[in-house]
């Protein structure tokens, strides 16, 4: 029980919960807005309605494949995490999408957006940012 609780609080020193406009600019600095036509708004909508922001997000699907960190980056196509058979194409240990070194997950977002279904892949972005006034998501950061 002790190195349980140890664990999980190693656990939570390594992610974090981004404030929306620190996400904001960290998501600008990493040359996202416009990355493949997508607005930085649209990516921040995504974020938020996928993780809330958080790199620790984790949620399991129907299919047994399970989805990572702030993207929600699945590990049936994009990331190993040893449990789903893994096409891997950003060829990185899930777990690599959960820590507060957004670099990775940012590059294999990247990646998921790069392939036919683009934005589409995200049904967060589907049912809450598609064909949606986005603006909001980033009122008040000076962007
Ligand atoms: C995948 O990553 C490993 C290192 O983690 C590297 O050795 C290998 O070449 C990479 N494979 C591809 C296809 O990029
Ligand atoms: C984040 O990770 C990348 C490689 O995965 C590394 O090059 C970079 O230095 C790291 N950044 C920080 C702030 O640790």
């Given at each position: 029980?002790?190195?349980?609780?140890?664990?999980?609080?190693?656990?939570?020193?390594?992610?974090?919960?981004?404030?929306?406009?620190?996400?904001?600019?960290?998501?600008?600095?990493?040359?996202?807005?416009?990355?493949?036509?997508?607005?930085?708004?649209?990516?921040?909508?995504?974020?938020?309605?996928?993780?809330?922001?958080?790199t620790q997000a984790i949620n399991h699907n129907k299919d047994k494949s399970t989805d990572y960190g702030i993207f929600q980056i699945n590990s049936r196509w994009w990331c190993d995490d040893g449990q789903t058979r893994s096409a891997n194409g950003c060829n990185i240990s899930c777990s690599d999408l959960l820590t507060d070194n957004i670099s990775t997950a940012i590059r294999c977002a990247k990646r998921v957006v790069g392939d036919p279904q683009g934005i589409e892949a995200w049904v967060g972005w589907r049912v809450h940012c598609k064909n949606q006034d986005v603006s909001t998501y980033l009122s008040g950061c000076g962007l």
């Open positions: 029980m002790k190195i349980l609780v140890v664990l999980l609080l190693l656990t939570l020193a390594d992610g974090k919960s981004f404030e929306r406009c620190e996400w904001a600019r960290m998501l600008k600095a990493a040359a996202m807005d416009g990355y493949r036509g997508i607005s930085l708004a649209n990516w921040v909508c995504l974020t938020k309605w996928e993780s809330q922001f958080n």
